[in-house]
């Protein structure tokens, strides 16, 4: 599906903002972590993307880093936590935050995200527990569009996205898409 925007920001009114493509406005959801720190209005950004298709609306999410986002996927993946919820945790926690809070199992911490209460909380640290740690936490700076298209690219071909960040950390930085997918697909085999 829609995997990543480049655009213009066009509007944004927390928690939504809108991305200018070629013309085109996508409306998407995003945490406050990413929302503090877009560019101005009428400035090009750069955001991951989630599509999540209801019955009743086809909502985007966006994200700075692929790590916010595969701690979203994570999230909305456990029974009871939805995109809005998820949404919500990401925005009063950082993903390290949130990894620290599991592997201490502070429920407490959890509870101060408005809209968890103490039993989702409880169901949060139980499932994640494993689940978000120094692995997941694993830094991937996207330094240009190249990159970006190069780790979607093995994400599309069937890597997780934490095999695809890695290949993509050996990488020289001035790598273009279709030689960095080879040379990243090398790495992976």
């Known amino acids: 599906m829609i995997g990543r925007l480049t655009g ?16 085109v406005g996508y409306e998407l959801d995003v945490p406050m972590s990413t929302f503090y720190n877009l560019p101005a209005l009428g400035e090009r950004a750069s955001l991951l993307t989630h599509l999540s298709i209801r019955e009743d609306a086809h909502v985007l999410f966006g994200f700075l880093t692929a790590e916010e986002r595969s701690t979203f ?3 909305i993946k456990i029974s009871g936590v939805g995109p809005k919820m998820a949404l919500s945790l ?7 935050e949130l990894a620290q809070a599991v592997s201490k199992q502070e429920a407490g911490r959890l509870v101060k995200v408005p809209g968890i209460g103490k039993k989702t909380a409880e169901r949060l640290l ?3 527990k494993g689940k978000l740690g120094p692995d997941l936490s694993l830094p ?10 190069i780790l979607q690219a093995l994400v599309a071909l069937g890597y997780s996205e934490k095999e695809a960040a890695a290949a993509l ?7 273009g898409v279709s030689e960095g997918i080879k040379l990243a697909m090398k790495r992976l085999t």
């Open 8 to 23: 213009v920001v066009a509007e944004k009114s927390p928690p939504q903002i809108l991305i200018d493509v070629q013309g």
């Open 73 to 75: 996927r994570l999230l």
């Open 90 to 96: 990401l925005s009063g926690l950082s993903v390290g």
């Open 126 to 128: 139980l499932e994640l």
């Open 140 to 149: 991937v700076s996207i330094a240009n569009d190249a990159q970006a298209d």
């Open 169 to 175: 950390k050996a990488l020289p930085a001035d790598v």
